[in-house]
């Protein structure tokens, strides 16, 4: 016995290893903008990055009512209209002197917008530019435009399929070497105009700010492990603020996307007395099956 018992807590916790591990890969996906998606066009590593100290997840409007002064919510690729509630909430979260970040390009970002009567609006095109970081036209170079807090240190950041802005004060804008690629060719043709584009913009609204980037695409996992030349990571830095807590909107944005198991056990990992319920089983099942073989 003395023997054997070494031996059984030992495989007893190889086997709660392994079911984390299974757990952890069963809850991954391939959604676009999902957290739990691990690919290039996930936004696992953002999320990994982020402060957990520090980071708070907004699943109801009911939490943004607490928060004032300087505070930051992040709201990426948005996929639905927020509800009358939501949209409120908002309102009285940025007039209360925060900041509330929208970075979208062809999603519910305008519509949003409107909601929020903002000046601000997010632009139907893809803009291209001869001023790129690859071949593909739609990896295009920005810049700063004036000096802001929120671009502090960032000379030029690349951007993937952004859209422009119209509105606002614009804080980065592409080279005059762009255009608005309304025919999707990727080539400029004589119905389109070269020209410097917005694509980040801001507006004061009661004791806050609507901040608006047009184009989600820089959380992805592709976009995390640029070319130091580039600013991509200090931008986000300065979004998302050195300074108190950074809220995540998980009511209407696609990070939140997940599907099939994944979903079902993205609901346990999230609801603690349930996840801890089944840990448990697991050791107490695997505990009982190699007493059984061994005793």
């Not at 392994?18 to 890969?25: D, E, K, M, P």
């Not at 607490?66 to 919510?73: E, G, I, S």
Request: aromatic share 8%; glycine share 8%.
């Amino acid at each position: 016995m003395r023997i054997i018992r070494p031996v059984f807590w030992f495989t007893a916790a190889v086997l709660l290893l392994a079911a984390l591990v299974l757990i952890g890969h069963l809850s991954s996906n391939m959604l676009e903008f999902s957290r739990y998606n691990g690919g290039w066009n996930g936004t696992s590593a953002f999320f990994s990055d982020l402060d957990r100290h520090r980071t708070i997840e907004i699943t109801n409007p009911d939490q943004l009512l607490t928060y004032k002064n300087d505070t930051v919510l992040l709201i990426i690729a948005p996929d639905q209209l927020p509800t009358g509630p939501e949209i409120d909430a908002y309102k009285s979260f940025v007039e209360r002197g925060n900041t509330l970040v929208l970075a979208d390009d062809f999603g519910t970002g305008t519509a949003i917008l409107g909601k929020l009567d903002s000046r601000i609006a997010i632009l139907p095109g893809n803009l291209s530019s001869l001023d790129r970081e690859y071949a593909d036209p739609y990896s295009i170079v920005v810049y700063r435009s004036r000096d802001d807090p929120l671009v502090r240190d960032t000379r030029s950041i690349v951007m993937n399929r952004a859209a422009s802005l119209s509105g606002g004060e614009p804080l980065m804008k592409t080279s005059v070497l762009s255009w608005i690629d309304s025919n999707g060719d990727g080539r400029i043709n004589s119905r389109e105009v070269l020209g410097s584009f917005p694509v980040l913009a801001y507006e004061t609204r009661g004791k806050g700010r609507i901040v608006v980037l047009s184009d989600p695409s820089i959380f992805i996992n592709a976009m995390q492990g640029l070319d130091e030349k580039r600013d991509n990571r200090k931008l986000i830095q300065n979004l998302i603020g050195k300074q108190g807590p950074v809220l995540i909107d998980q009511m209407n944005s696609r990070t939140r996307s997940a599907e099939g198991i994944s979903e079902i056990i993205h609901v346990i990992r999230t609801l603690v007395p349930i996840e801890l319920l089944l840990l448990g089983i697991l050791m107490v099942t695997g505990a009982w099956i190699w007493r059984k073989k061994w005793v």
